[in-house]
């Protein structure tokens, strides 16, 4: 292949595993783009419905498309697979159940990228619930920010949360490689610690406000699913940021020493947030799926808020949030009062006023305003 050809060219990966009800809608929405330049990797993970099958009839219609097998269970063993057989300058990943919005996205995801010179494009994206799209949080409201900034942090990660999943986004192959930016073997939320990873590599992020990506609510996807072990996933998360940041403050610090006249903030825990924030909402959303898993019950809820204080990590979480080192930065004031409220109740063990307030922000449905589509009707 040209070398050129293959520099411009966008490699789509995408995990297959029982999705053959919404792998034809995927597939058409990528071969019908406008950029032909792409590559379709389907990589089927051990499916058990005709997902491997009809990705094979696809493969025999359009060159462009190639399909392989992976045997390691999970996305994330998936998706290293993709990433090393890749042929294109350029990787977007797509989930099987989703699909691109329209067949420009591609154009404009390239086009972005070459005039910003960036290494990740975002672009927003639209919920599809019961057949009905809703148009979720924009970026711009932590976009326009400095991308340094707390505040652009805790939304493009958290609060907004656009930046935590790999799709929807264009990534520059060669920022990737550089960094040696790998998905970890992790049963749920890989994409988020892929992410931050790659956003401590300091990336020139460019944006989209046009829609790029159709979210489908898949009730049998992953997300959507009760884990028992979701805790140990995300303090397994939490532990890897921690090792990373203190590696990289290490480095930064000896550059400090160095340099006579370097800020003394090169010796704060300047990122430290990602790992506080982490762990906060992560027992708030294990929290609504223990309440539903187990009929509405605050006893379960307040077991697992229990069962989270027990990290010595977590307890410095809530240390320091309700001091407001990170929080103060912030602009959204209703996130700042919750943190601040949940961290203290954290602090005095309060945990029955905690799993009663859950279940009211549940129960009226006050955790769906504050998601990223809102109310569902």
Known sequence: MDENKQEQMVSIIVPVYNAEAYLPEMIESVICQNYNNLELLL???????????????YEKKDVRIRVMQETENGPAAVRNHGLLAAHGGYIMFLDADDFLADNTVLDRFINVMKHEEADIVVGNYERLWNGQRFAAASHTSFSEKNPDSEDFRFQGFFSVGTLSYVWGKLYR??????????FENLPYAEDKLFNIQCYLCN?????????????????????FTY????????????YRLQKLLTEKEEI??????????????????KYWGFIYYLIFFAIFFDAKMEYVEHNHSILAVKKLIKMYQTDD????TFVQLKRKT??????????????RGFSIAMWVHLYWTLAFGIKLLIDLRIDEKLSDTGLRE
Not at 252 to 269: G, P, S, T, V, Y
């Open 173 to 182: 192959k060669q920022f990737l490689e550089k960094n040696e930016a790998v």
């Open 43 to 57: 990589i089927d993970n051990c499916s058990m419905d005709n997902s491997f099958e009809i990705c094979k009839s």
């Open 326 to 339: 990170y929080t103060e930065k912030l602009s959204q004031k209703l996130w700042k009062i919750m943190i």
């Open 203 to 223: 990336p020139k992020y460019a944006f989209i406000q046009e829609t790029g990506y159709i979210y489908r609510k898949n009730d049998d996807s992953i997300s």
């Open 252 to 269: 930064k610090q000896i550059r400090c020493r160095k340099d006579e006249n370097a800020e003394i903030e090169c010796l704060e825990k």
């Open 227 to 238: 884990r028992p072990n979701s805790l140990e996933c995300w303090m397994a998360i939490a």
């Open 313 to 316: 990590l977590v307890k410095e």
